[in-house]
């Protein structure tokens, strides 16, 4: 069946740059997610990009994706205290009907 | 500011105890759900909502119960619940014939006693 993986623990200075992985299995996989969660709150979707993309820019953000390998990454710039949080990568063929989420990446940023 | 509005924030509730959880999303979305998350783990898929139609059940217990009213609107009722249900309750919201992603509330933290 379908798959998400990506590893549990990042620790990064504050002012760095924080590059979390995420591989999937499932090669019809259209859409392509990174959810932020902080304690005690809900999923906040930060971006997203679609199968036929390879790169998506949004401020401080950047998401590369290697379709080829089904490699997904997401690169936070100048990483700050307030981006520690679990982040979340997931995948759908659909949009929003059986999205399949990782683990889950706990980012730590020490100031 | 989530768009998606899930009361109440926290509920505890005993073994007998009958309670309902709420959501409420106004982006015009036509696909809701519940999803159940306990602590350190990826949300897990409960109901899906269509169109105001059950469309997904993941084999969920029957002392969940969800509801939806209208488009806007989605309920979850519980009853004769266990500890092991305790858990964060996500509510979240697409619109299906576009390929949107979740929307997400805050959730609702259930513990049962």
């Known amino acids: 069946g379908e798959d998400v993986e990506q590893s549990l623990f990042l620790s990064v200075r504050e002012g760095d740059s924080s590059v979390i992985n995420c591989t999937y299995t499932d090669s019809s996989s259209t859409y392509l997610y990174w959810y932020k969660q902080e304690p005690g709150a809900g999923l906040q979707l930060l971006t997203y990009i679609f199968s036929n993309m390879d790169m998506k820019q949004d401020q401080r953000l950047t998401v590369l994706l290697n379709k080829k390998d089904k490699h997904l990454s997401l690169r936070i710039a100048d990483t700050q205290t307030g981006d520690s949080a679990i982040y979340f990568c997931?995948?759908?063929?659909?949009?929003?009907?059986?999205?399949?989420f990782g683990a889950g990446t706990r980012l730590f940023v020490k100031a | 500011d989530t768009e998606v509005t899930q009361t109440p924030k926290h509920l505890v509730m005993g073994m007998t105890n009958k309670k309902s959880l709420k959501c409420e999303q106004h982006?015009?979305?036509?696909?809701m759900y519940w999803y159940k998350q306990k602590a350190k783990k990826p949300p897990e898929l409960m109901f899906v909502y269509s169109y105001e139609k059950l469309s997904i059940n993941e084999s969920v217990p029957s002392r969940f119960s969800p509801e939806c009213p209208n488009s806007s609107l989605l309920n979850l009722h519980l009853h004769a619940l266990q500890p092991e249900d305790s858990a964060l309750y996500l509510c979240a919201s697409s619109q299906p014939d576009r390929g949107t992603p979740l929307h997400f509330g805050n959730g609702t933290r259930l513990t049962v006693t």
């Open positions: 997931a995948e759908s063929d659909t949009g929003g009907f059986k999205t399949i």
């Open positions: 982006m015009g979305h036509r696909a």
